[in-house]
Structure formats: C-alpha cells, structure tokens
C-alpha cells in the first residue's frame, strides 16, 4: 500500500466520523428509496391480489423480468466470497478496507434474490410446500436450500468481523440515540478484547471464509442448472454452469466499485479506499470479465459453427434479429470496451473506472434478460394463433415497479447498515497498517 | 490443576450432551422431509398402463377433440388455452412449412397457401403425450405434478407454487398457467371419465375415431394392437420423454 501507515486511534476516529453525521442527502435518498419500496409494495398487493396475469408473462415467456433479476441478484451476491473468501485465502491483503463493502451488497443482493423468486411465484402462499412436499428431483428445490444456505452464512460473514467494530462503536458513540447504543451493546456479544475472544474469532472467520466457497459456487451453479436442465436451445448446454460463476464475478466486481466509489466520495474516505484499491480492483474486473469473455465465445461460438436447426433460429434471433440490437450493445458495452478501456492504467483510476463499472453492471443486468428471455420464444413448435403479446415479452408497470422495488430495497439495506456500522472494517484495516509499520521499521534496521 | 480440568471436561460433556439431545428434539418436532428421489415410478406388476394412438391419415380437422375437451374440463374459452388442439401442417414446393392453429382448430381450417404452391398438407392433432420419464414431473418442486399408477401425467392444483417451471419443462407445449387458478392446468386424459369405464371427451367426440387411449398392457387392447400393426412414431424421440402418445404417418416435419 502506498498510503503511510496510521495509528489505531486515528483509524478509528476517521471511520467512526462518518457515523455521527446524519445529513440531509442522507435523508432524503433513504426517503426516496421508502417511496419506491411502498410503490412496489402496493404493485405487489395488486399482483397478489390479482394474479400474475399482471405481467407480461404468458405462455411461451412464463418466466420473465423476475426470473432475469433473481439470476442478476444471485450473481451479484457471489462477489462476497470472492473478496473476503477468495482473495483472503490467497493472502491478498490490499482487499481487507473492501471485505465490508463486498460483505454489505452480498447480503442485500441474496436477500433480494429470495425475496425474487417469491414475487414471480403464482402461488407465494405455498412457498413452504418446497420444504414439506419437496421433490429432490427438482433443480428448484436445490436452489431454495442453496440460497437459504447462502444467505445465513453470508449473514455470519458479515457479522463476524463486525464484532469487535461494534464493541468500538459501543465505547465510542456515547452520543449515539439510545436505540442505537442499546443496538451496540447487544451485538457487541459482551466483546472485551481478550486473547480467547480473539482467537475465537480468528478461527471461526476462517472457518466461514473456507465454508462459504463451495455453498458459493454451488448458489450460482445449480441457479445456472435452472436453465441447462430443460432440454432448450439456448439453455441446454454444459458450460452453463463456470459460465453464470465468470459472469457473477463480472457483476460483483462492478458492484463493488461502484460502491466503493460511492462511500469513498460520501464518508470522505480517500485515505481508506485509496486509488491504489481503485486500480486493483479494475484489474480484478479485467480479469473476471476476460474469463467471462472466453465463456461467451465457447458458449456462442461452438453451437452457431453447428447453426442446428433450434440453436440456429436463437443464434439467428440474436445476432441479425429482433435481440441483436441489446444483444450487441450488452457485449460491446458491458464486456468488450470496457475489457479494453481498463487495459490502460488512467483509465482504472476512481471516476474513470465508477463509470465503466456502472455500465458493466447494467450490462450484467440486460446480459441476465438476454439469457432468460429470447430461449422462450424457441419453443420446439411453433408460435401461432396467439394474442400478438404472447409473442414478444415487453414487462408491464407491475413487472417494473416490483423490480425496481427490489432494488431500492437492496440499497436501503446497504444505507441503513453503513448508517449504523463502519463501512470499512476499523481493527483489520488497524491490524493491516500495524503489519506495515513493523514490516517497514523492520526494513530500516 | 488436575481438578479443575476434570471440572472442565465433565462440564464441557454436559453442554456437549445437552446439546445434542436439545437438536435431536427439536429436529423430531419438524414433520420429516417428504423427499422422493424422483414422483413418477414405472407401473408395479400388470396393472393398466394408458397409452394414447392418434392415426393421422383419419383426422379431418374438425376440431370436435379441442371443443369438447373445453366443455368438458372447464378450460378457459379464450383462444389461447389448450388442453388439446389441432395443427394443420403445410407443406410447400420449395420445403417451407406454414403450420397454422386457429383458436386450436375449434372454428374449422382455411387454407390459406394458394392451392399451387401446396407440396402436401395435413392434420396433426395434439395433447399430452403423459410421458413416462415427463420432464414436467421431474422438475416439479413440490410434487404437485406427479404420475399416477396407471401412467397418467396429472397435476394437483392444491400443491403447485405457480413456478411454471413445468411449463418450461414440457418440450410438447402441452401446460399453461390458469389464469384465475394461477396453478398450471393441463390434459388429464380425462381421468374422471377413465376411472368411469369412459372414454376421454375428445376421444369420444372424434367422428372418425382418429385418437383412442387404452391399456398398453394389455396386448388385447385397441392400443396395443394399433401400436403393433401400424408404423407408429412420437413426438421427439430423441428427448428421451418416454412419450406415450404413438402417431400413426407422422411427417418428420412435425415438431
């Protein structure tokens, strides 16, 4: 790290300021996000009340707008364990002030994944028939258990590094509401700091950091197996499943960039979140989305060689028809250029790579549509006598209202947690500079 | 020393103790997983086994088989929901195909290709094939679609979440959502009328019994000896359903 090294006490005066603050953007933004909620909220009511024939999902397009946004959810949650699992194991320690950061929107985003796959239900009131009358034969009953899995364990991932934060919180924010305070008290667990704590915690973060991989991997894949299961063109194939797991760290990484710039720029955290993060983290995007890329040419490039009859009526829809338009603009914006623009070091600098990082992720969103919804109108008969909306799949109000719903409600969670709880771990990135100091006194002697 | 140590493992067998029969209890009181590797199950023994044989050369397209399956099974009117329907294939000089279905063939067939351009043409009735490896009741969730012993694919409409993951799963198109249900709907084979001695209404209502259903056990029944003496085919073979509808000259048009 570049950044000099800093005492523990400032350390934790600097990450702990932004919590005394409650400003009036602040406010209004979590106003915002309240009012979208409640509209999908009420969107949601009707929905309940009057069926899914409020979207736009029919016959051939029975999955739609959710189903696309519980994949994207998915795979944005998987960016959790690929920092503070994957890049912890391989002791890369630049990666500990983002642990938190990738942490917060793992949770969101699997919360929101769930609460996904509820509203697309046609019948949510049966939702625990999966659990009493579940057939294991079926890939949804793998994913129901998968991302219950994920979710608790992301949750312990999350909590566990934040205890003895939370007992700094405790001592420290005397001024907190009491809400707040007593909010402290309990989570801190009665923390004090003492040698078998600590060891304690060490070892149960490891536990959790090694235990998290595979549920991981096993969240994305079996959500991928979803699709390569039912014998379809354009979902039938067997790369389905590193494909969905390349693409998830794609948009994980561009989730956390984003937030990473948005939180360095608000809590005034240059120090913290430095460029040098900024420029590693662009790297991590390049390289996830070159592994993306090389799964995208086998996965277009081996069944359009062979053009058979029903992958080639989806390829030709692609390419030449009525998806190539988003069908190009997600690859070239969502992938190649920004493969390209990253290549260049000013161009992994704060703002630069914010922006490319927005429009990756947007591009992970429409990649994830793409995938769910074009398959669909390729049945393996015909299309015909239907009502001219049977045969395109264009999300209504509901659809749109619900779903943006889920997304101010991701955000929220994320607002409301780093309201309360530093954003960027206060003892690891303490223990990180103290390892930098003695390596450095170390050095000079 | 050596006291307190000994304190601590007896505690610590306590709390081990407690804890495990503490999970055991409460893990008795969660009603036991209802997991069945897979819903359908080949018949047991020589029970009846229905198979269900369309002869294509007979089907005139009058569409009685769609009507009377709505009037009998209470399936939606408007045109977009079927249990069963009928396609009229054509086939034209230069290979094309135009296949079209209106309102399922209730209404009757025009033919809208020029008389000039037709190579030939033809009727291809549809309906649940009631596979007997059905991928719908393989990726059912809950169990709600599932086999009946005497292989009929059906659904219980008290136990299906609406996850249309059937519908995706049925390469035959054969599953639509309810729109007032909001439960999947399919063909049943009018097991009602079966469990009655009956026929199924479209059977039934064929004026040139084109479609009959039966026991594929029984080497003695209308089926199995249509099976046996006719060049009979399914739908996509190759998927491996298992399918248990046999056409008789089925086009390899036909998807």
Redesign the interface.
Same mark, same amino acid.
């Given at each position: 790290m570049t950044t000099e090294t800093k005492k523990f006490e400032q350390i934790r005066e600097d990450l702990i300021r932004p919590l005394h603050k409650n400003t009036f953007g602040n406010q209004v933004w979590i106003r915002v996000l309240i009012i979208m909620i409640l509209l999908a909220a009420f969107a949601y009511g009707h929905q309940l009340m009057t /069926?899914? /024939?409020l979207t736009a999902?029919? &016959?051939y397009s029975?999955?739609g707008l959710y189903i696309a946004s519980f994949v994207f959810w998915v795979a944005v949650s998987l960016i959790g364990s690929l920092i503070s699992a994957v890049l912890k194991l391989l002791d890369q320690k630049w990666s500990t002030p983002l642990t938190r950061i990738s942490e917060l929107i793992a949770l969101a985003a699997i919360a929101m994944a769930g609460a996904t796959i509820v509203i &697309?239900? /046609?019948?949510?009131d049966? =939702?625990l028939?999966? @659990? %009493?009358? /579940? !057939? %294991?034969?079926? $890939?949804? @009953?793998w994913d #129901?258990f998968v991302v219950n899995t994920y979710l608790v364990i992301s949750l312990i991932l999350l909590y566990l590094p934040l205890i003895p934060d939370i007992a700094i919180l405790r001592d420290r924010m005397t001024d907190a509401p009491k809400w707040q305070r007593k909010l402290y008290e309990v989570l801190a667990l009665n923390w004090q700091g003492t040698k078998e704590q600590w060891a304690l915690l060490k070892k149960s973060m490891k536990i959790m950091i090694i235990l998290i991989l595979p549920v991981a991997f096993s969240i994305h894949t079996v959500t991928s197996w %979803?699709f390569a =299961?039912?014998? !379809?063109a354009g979902w039938h194939s067997t790369i389905f499943g590193p494909y969905f797991v390349a693409g998830a760290f794609v948009a994980g990484s561009a989730a956390v960039l984003i937030a990473m710039y948005v939180f360095r720029t608000r809590q005034k955290l240059q120090d913290y979140i430095t460029d040098d993060h900024f420029n590693k983290m662009g790297k991590l995007l390049f390289l996830t989305a070159m592994v993306y890329l090389y799964f995208n040419i086998n996965e277009y490039l081996v069944p359009g060689y062979a053009w058979s009859r029903l992958e080639g009526a989806h390829l030709h829809e692609l390419f030449f028809g009525q998806e190539a338009p988003s069908f190009w603009m997600t690859q070239i914006f969502g992938l190649v250029l920004p493969i390209i623009l990253l290549l260049f070091r000013p161009m992994r600098k704060p703002l630069p790579v914010f922006v490319i990082a927005i429009f990756v992720l947007i591009g992970a969103w429409a990649k994830r549509v793409l995938i769910v919804i074009p398959t *669909?109108f390729h $049945? *393996? #008969? $015909?299309i *015909?006598? =239907? $009502?001219e909306s #049977?045969h395109h799949y264009v999300p209504t109000y509901t659809e749109l209202t619900i779903t943006l719903g889920t997304f101010a409600i991701a955000i929220l969670i994320i607002t409301l947690l780093v309201r309360v709880f530093p954003v960027v771990p206060i003892w690891e990135v303490a223990e990180e500079h103290e390892n930098h100091e003695a390596t450095a006194t170390k050095n000079i002697k | 020393m050596k006291n307190v140590k000994e304190n601590q493992s007896r505690r610590k067998f306590i709390r081990n103790a407690g804890m495990t029969l503490g999970t055991l209890l409460v893990t008795s009181a969660i009603p036991s997983f209802n997991a069945v590797l897979f819903a359908a199950n080949k018949p047991k023994g020589k029970g009846v086994w229905y198979g269900i044989a369309i002869d294509i050369e007979k089907c005139i397209g009058c569409g009685n088989c769609a009507k009377s399956c709505k009037i009998e099974n209470d399936v939606p009117q408007e045109p977009f929901f079927f249990r069963n329907w009928v396609e009229q294939y054509t086939i034209k000089h230069d290979g094309s195909i135009v296949v079209e279905s209106p309102n399922g063939g209730i209404d009757g067939f025009t033919q809208s290709v020029p008389d000039a351009e037709i190579e030939k043409s033809f009727f291809v009735p549809k309906m649940c094939n009631h596979c007997a490896k059905s991928p719908c009741v393989q990726v059912c969730p809950v169990g709600a679609t599932f086999e009946t012993p005497d292989g009929v694919v059906l659904v219980d409409e008290k136990y299906c979440i609406g996850c249309r993951y059937c519908v995706q799963a049925c390469p035959y198109g054969c599953r639509y959502i309810h729109p007032t249900k909001n439960v999947v709907d399919k063909c049943t084979l009018c097991y009602h009328r079966l469990k009655k001695g009956l026929m199924p209404a479209c059977m039934q209502n064929c004026p040139t019994q084109a479609r009959i259903s039966g026991d594929l056990n029984d080497p003695e029944s209308e089926v199995s000896k249509f099976v046996k003496t006719k060049n009979v085919y399914v739908l996509k073979p190759h998927l491996n359903t298992g399918s248990k509808l046999y056409y008789n000259a089925l086009n390899q048009e036909v998807r």
């Open positions: /069926g899914l /024939g999902m029919r &016959d029975s999955w &697309d239900m /046609g019948r949510p049966r =939702v028939n999966i @659990v %009493l009358n /579940g !057939r %294991l034969s079926s $890939p949804i @009953v #129901f %979803l =299961v039912n014998s !379809r *669909q $049945p *393996q #008969f $015909p *015909q006598n =239907v $009502p #049977f | -």
